[in-house]
Every structure is written in structure tokens, then in C-alpha cells.
């Protein structure tokens, strides 16, 4: 089959470290700063939502001067979009992965597994993505519209192919729409994550959930 298996490399997680460990502030105007800003935004959106995230708290978790996001991202809408750009961008490399799969030689099912299997898996290697897209995407307005477009259409773009494929060859265990189904997988992999990170999930635990959620989500879309 074309194609080489996603690398776990090729997606690299936000993150920020905890007060209690950090040396010191990045320096201001260098990418690291931008990185921890960026990765604190992502964290408190995550666990506090939007209007409950303020923006001297994504500082302090930073380990910046809130002066220097205003700078940087000028208000805080601003810096949820830098959020979004970022998860978007980091799990491009997942999305041109998938897309390799449309037209490869090798059977279907294969093509569709192996696609299903790359989008769990960007879904896994990113913890806080669960939480964040739920609580955004639950609230009509003008940032449920934004993650529309810049991460859930991109990526309904790359897999849906696969899918119609699937449904063409009698390989989808419900004969519904391949937009239904996607949405289906979507949630059978939200609720879990939603519910470990409740409990705190150590690097080895977002593993072994990525695998299992694998070899349980694909037998329910795909009925060979």
C-alpha cells in the first residue's frame, strides 16, 4: 500500500510547562516565548473555556508579562485564532497523510483503515484538542465558526474520499452518509479523551488509549 504510516514525529503536541517548573521567563520576542504562550492559551481555553480564561492567568502559566501577549496578539480573541492556526498547522502533516491514501493502489479497506487509524491517532497526540473543540463547538458564533474552517472542514475534506470509497464498495457497517459516519468516529474518540484527561493522562496512558481506541472505533464504521 502507498503510504508510509503516520510517524508520531510528524506531530508534535503543544506544550507548557507548570510554574512549578520553569527557570526562569523566556525571553521576550523569541519563539519560546510565543511557544508558551501560545501553549498556555491552549490549556486554559481547555479547562476553563473561553470566557473563563483570562488572559493575566495565560501570562502567569507562560511565565510572561501579559503586556507581551497584547504585543504579540494584540486581545484575547486574537490569541484563541493564533490557538486554532497552531492546531491547525500541527496537525497538517496528518491531514497530507491522509490525502496520500485517495487513489493509492491497494485495496479499500486497507486505504480506509489506515486513514481512520492516522486521524484517531492526531486526535490522541494532541490531550487538550477534545475538550477545547467541544466546548467551542457547542457554541454557535463566530469561533465555532473559525474551528469549522481552519480544522474540522480540512479535515472532513482529506478523510470524507476514503469513506465514499468505503460506502461504494459495501465496507461501512451502516449504510449511512460518509458525513454521518465521520461525525460518529469524531465522537467516539472525543468522549474517551474527555474522560481521561479528567484523570490525568501520562504519555505512556495517551499511548495505549490511541491503540485502543483504534482497534474499537474502526470495527464499529467498518463492517469487514
Known sequence: MDGSTLNKDDLVPFHHTPLSRRR?????GTPAARDAMLGAALHGFSRKGYDGTGLRE??????VDPALISHHFGSKFALWKAVVDEIA???????????ELH??????????????????????????L??????????????QEYIVR????PYQDAMLPLLQEARADGLLRHDGSPELTLMMVMGAVMLPLLMMRRRGLSKGDEAELSRRLISDVLPMVLAA
Open 24 to 28: 526562569g521567563r523566556p525571553a521576550k
Open 58 to 63: 495565560i501570562a502567569e502559566e507562560a511565565g
Open 89 to 99: 498547522l500541527r496537525l497538517a502533516a496528518a491531514r497530507r497523510s491522509i490525502e
Open 103 to 128: 487513489g493509492a493502489s491497494g485495496p479499500t479497506e486497507e486505504r480506509v483503515r489506515e486513514g481512520l487509524t492516522r486521524f484517531i491517532t492526531a486526535n490522541c497526540d494532541i490531550p487538550e
Open 130 to 143: 477534545a475538550k477545547f473543540l467541544s466546548d467551542e463547538m457547542s457554541l454557535p458564533g463566530e469561533r
Open 150 to 153: 481552519e480544522i474540522w472542514e
